[in-house]
Protein backbone atom coordinates (compact mmCIF):
# COMPACT_ATOMS: atom_id res chain seq x y z
CA UNK A 1 0.00 0.00 0.00
CA UNK A 2 2.54 2.36 1.20
CA UNK A 3 4.75 1.24 -1.72
CA UNK A 4 1.77 2.88 -4.11
CA UNK A 5 2.53 6.57 -2.13
CA UNK A 6 6.51 6.43 -3.09
CA UNK A 7 6.22 7.57 -6.59
CA UNK A 8 3.61 10.50 -6.43
CA UNK A 9 5.50 11.60 -3.08
CA UNK A 10 8.62 11.78 -4.96
CA UNK A 11 7.00 13.51 -8.11
CA UNK A 12 6.07 16.17 -5.24
CA UNK A 13 9.32 16.44 -3.82
CA UNK A 14 10.45 17.51 -6.67
CA UNK A 15 7.81 20.19 -7.45
CA UNK A 16 8.84 21.70 -3.91
CA UNK A 17 12.30 21.60 -4.07
CA UNK A 18 11.80 23.37 -7.94
CA UNK A 19 9.88 25.85 -6.80
CA UNK A 20 10.01 27.13 -3.02
CA UNK A 21 13.52 25.69 -1.23
CA UNK A 22 15.93 27.31 -3.21
CA UNK A 23 14.32 30.17 -2.63
CA UNK A 24 13.75 29.69 0.71
CA UNK A 25 17.48 28.77 1.58
CA UNK A 26 18.35 31.89 0.28
CA UNK A 27 16.03 33.77 2.16
CA UNK A 28 17.16 32.16 5.36
CA UNK A 29 20.87 32.18 4.65
CA UNK A 30 20.82 36.16 4.25
CA UNK A 31 18.36 36.20 7.18
CA UNK A 32 21.76 35.03 9.38
CA UNK A 33 24.09 37.05 7.85
CA UNK A 34 24.06 39.49 4.89
CA UNK A 35 26.19 39.90 2.36
CA UNK A 36 26.03 35.90 2.69
CA UNK A 37 30.12 34.50 2.56
CA UNK A 38 30.64 31.65 0.00
CA UNK A 39 31.99 29.10 2.84
CA UNK A 40 28.31 29.46 4.92
CA UNK A 41 26.33 27.32 2.19
CA UNK A 42 29.47 25.32 0.64
CA UNK A 43 29.81 24.16 4.25
CA UNK A 44 26.42 23.49 4.36
CA UNK A 45 27.03 21.25 1.51
CA UNK A 46 29.43 19.23 3.10
CA UNK A 47 27.66 18.88 6.07
CA UNK A 48 24.24 16.80 3.57
CA UNK A 49 27.16 15.17 2.19
CA UNK A 50 28.30 13.48 5.70
CA UNK A 51 24.41 12.89 6.51
CA UNK A 52 24.39 10.96 3.88
CA UNK A 53 27.49 8.97 4.45
CA UNK A 54 26.37 8.48 7.79
CA UNK A 55 22.83 6.98 6.74
CA UNK A 56 24.96 4.34 4.30
CA UNK A 57 27.48 4.37 6.55
CA UNK A 58 24.92 3.00 9.79
CA UNK A 59 22.38 1.77 7.54
CA UNK A 60 19.71 3.47 9.40
CA UNK A 61 17.18 2.21 6.78
CA UNK A 62 17.20 -1.74 7.14
CA UNK A 63 14.75 -1.78 3.66
CA UNK A 64 16.34 1.10 1.10
CA UNK A 65 13.29 0.68 -0.93
CA UNK A 66 11.23 1.24 1.66
CA UNK A 67 9.16 4.74 1.60
CA UNK A 68 10.96 6.42 4.60
CA UNK A 69 14.12 5.80 3.26
CA UNK A 70 13.21 7.00 -0.31
CA UNK A 71 11.65 9.81 0.65
CA UNK A 72 15.17 10.59 3.54
CA UNK A 73 17.25 10.28 -0.03
CA UNK A 74 15.56 11.98 -2.10
CA UNK A 75 15.15 15.32 0.11
CA UNK A 76 19.14 15.13 0.71
CA UNK A 77 20.19 14.69 -2.72
CA UNK A 78 17.39 17.23 -3.86
CA UNK A 79 18.43 19.97 -0.89
CA UNK A 80 22.01 19.11 -2.37
CA UNK A 81 20.82 20.35 -5.91
CA UNK A 82 19.19 23.61 -4.29
CA UNK A 83 22.82 24.42 -2.37
CA UNK A 84 24.31 23.90 -5.59
CA UNK A 85 22.34 26.39 -7.33
CA UNK A 86 22.30 29.13 -4.93
CA UNK A 87 26.10 29.00 -3.75
CA UNK A 88 27.36 30.47 -6.61
CA UNK A 89 24.62 33.23 -6.70
CA UNK A 90 26.17 34.62 -3.47
CA UNK A 91 29.58 35.12 -5.76
CA UNK A 92 28.26 36.43 -8.79
CA UNK A 93 24.86 37.74 -8.07
CA UNK A 94 25.98 40.79 -7.91
CA UNK A 95 27.19 41.01 -12.01
CA UNK A 96 23.96 39.44 -12.89
CA UNK A 97 21.59 42.75 -12.48
CA UNK A 98 18.46 40.40 -11.01
CA UNK A 99 16.32 41.45 -8.37
CA UNK A 100 13.97 38.22 -8.33
CA UNK A 101 17.01 35.76 -8.35
CA UNK A 102 14.67 33.34 -6.83
CA UNK A 103 13.02 32.95 -10.64
CA UNK A 104 16.15 32.03 -12.16
CA UNK A 105 16.63 29.80 -8.87
CA UNK A 106 13.67 27.91 -10.20
CA UNK A 107 14.82 27.31 -14.16
CA UNK A 108 18.14 25.91 -12.68
CA UNK A 109 17.15 23.67 -9.81
CA UNK A 110 14.49 22.06 -12.72
CA UNK A 111 17.73 21.52 -14.58
CA UNK A 112 19.67 19.83 -11.00
CA UNK A 113 16.17 17.43 -10.91
CA UNK A 114 16.53 16.25 -14.05
CA UNK A 115 20.36 15.54 -13.83
CA UNK A 116 19.57 14.01 -10.76
CA UNK A 117 16.80 11.87 -12.79
CA UNK A 118 19.72 10.75 -14.98
CA UNK A 119 22.33 10.41 -12.51
CA UNK A 120 20.08 7.92 -10.38
CA UNK A 121 18.77 6.03 -14.30
CA UNK A 122 21.87 3.99 -14.02
CA UNK A 123 21.57 0.06 -13.61
CA UNK A 124 23.99 -2.31 -13.08
CA UNK A 125 23.96 -6.22 -12.96
CA UNK A 126 22.80 -8.15 -9.71
CA UNK A 127 26.34 -8.12 -7.87
CA UNK A 128 28.09 -6.61 -10.99
CA UNK A 129 30.14 -3.26 -10.49
CA UNK A 130 28.33 -0.16 -10.59
CA UNK A 131 28.36 1.92 -13.72
CA UNK A 132 31.34 4.52 -14.29
CA UNK A 133 30.18 7.89 -13.46
CA UNK A 134 30.99 9.85 -16.68
CA UNK A 135 27.45 7.51 -18.29
CA UNK A 136 25.63 9.38 -15.69
CA UNK A 137 27.12 13.14 -15.18
CA UNK A 138 28.75 14.68 -17.94
CA UNK A 139 30.46 17.08 -16.83
CA UNK A 140 32.18 15.98 -13.42
CA UNK A 141 31.88 11.83 -14.32
CA UNK A 142 34.69 11.96 -15.95
CA UNK A 143 36.91 13.44 -13.41
CA UNK A 144 35.88 11.59 -10.73
CA UNK A 145 37.04 7.76 -13.27
CA UNK A 146 39.65 9.32 -14.64
CA UNK A 147 41.01 9.80 -10.66
CA UNK A 148 39.70 6.35 -9.69
CA UNK A 149 41.33 4.73 -12.43
CA UNK A 150 44.61 6.87 -11.97
CA UNK A 151 44.62 6.11 -8.24
CA UNK A 152 43.65 2.39 -9.06
CA UNK A 153 40.71 2.51 -6.78
CA UNK A 154 38.25 0.88 -9.06
CA UNK A 155 37.44 -2.13 -7.51
CA UNK A 156 36.47 0.11 -4.09
CA UNK A 157 34.71 3.08 -5.85
CA UNK A 158 32.50 0.68 -8.41
CA UNK A 159 31.58 -2.04 -5.52
CA UNK A 160 27.81 -2.41 -5.11
CA UNK A 161 28.61 -3.76 -1.86
CA UNK A 162 30.03 -0.32 -0.28
CA UNK A 163 28.63 2.98 -0.29
CA UNK A 164 31.76 4.62 -1.86
CA UNK A 165 29.81 5.21 -5.48
CA UNK A 166 26.61 6.74 -4.00
CA UNK A 167 28.39 9.49 -2.13
CA UNK A 168 31.11 10.34 -5.07
CA UNK A 169 27.73 10.19 -7.60
CA UNK A 170 25.93 12.83 -5.08
CA UNK A 171 29.66 14.60 -4.99
CA UNK A 172 29.65 14.43 -8.67
CA UNK A 173 25.99 15.87 -9.09
CA UNK A 174 26.80 18.66 -6.75
CA UNK A 175 29.31 20.01 -8.36
CA UNK A 176 28.07 19.24 -11.63
CA UNK A 177 25.19 21.57 -10.72
CA UNK A 178 27.08 24.36 -9.25
CA UNK A 179 29.10 24.21 -12.45
CA UNK A 180 25.98 24.89 -14.91
CA UNK A 181 24.82 27.81 -12.36
CA UNK A 182 27.96 29.44 -11.90
CA UNK A 183 28.58 29.48 -15.81
CA UNK A 184 24.83 30.80 -16.29
CA UNK A 185 25.27 33.32 -13.76
CA UNK A 186 28.72 34.20 -15.43
CA UNK A 187 26.67 34.74 -18.50
CA UNK A 188 23.90 36.77 -17.29
CA UNK A 189 26.73 39.08 -16.38
CA UNK A 190 28.07 40.04 -19.65
CA UNK A 191 25.14 39.71 -21.68
CA UNK A 192 24.34 43.68 -22.15
CA UNK A 193 21.53 44.56 -20.40
CA UNK A 194 18.40 46.42 -21.86
CA UNK A 195 18.22 50.32 -21.93
CA UNK A 196 15.57 50.45 -19.36
CA UNK A 197 17.66 48.50 -16.81
CA UNK A 198 20.65 50.96 -17.60
CA UNK A 199 19.00 53.97 -17.35
CA UNK A 200 16.91 52.93 -13.96
CA UNK A 201 20.90 52.63 -12.36
Same mark, same amino acid.
Given at each position: ? %?????? $????????IFIL !?? $??????????? &????? +?? +? @? #???????? #????? !????????? @???????? &??????????? +??? !?? @? %????? /????? /???????? =???????? =????STMG??????? #? @?????????????? /????????????? %???? *?????? #?????? %??? &??? !??????????? *???????????
Open positions: M %YEDLIF $PMVMLLFV !IV $PALIYAGLRKI &VNPVP +LR +L @P #LLLAVFVL #LVMGG !ILQFKVFSE @PNSMAGTL &VWFSLMLLLTS +LAV !IT @P %YFWLG /DKTGI /DRPWLIFS =LLSFMGVF =LMFLESREGGP #L @PQFFLLLPLTGWFL /DGSAAILNIQDLV %YSAL *LPVHTL #LLATGL %YLE &VFI !IAALFYALLGV *LPRGKDETQGK
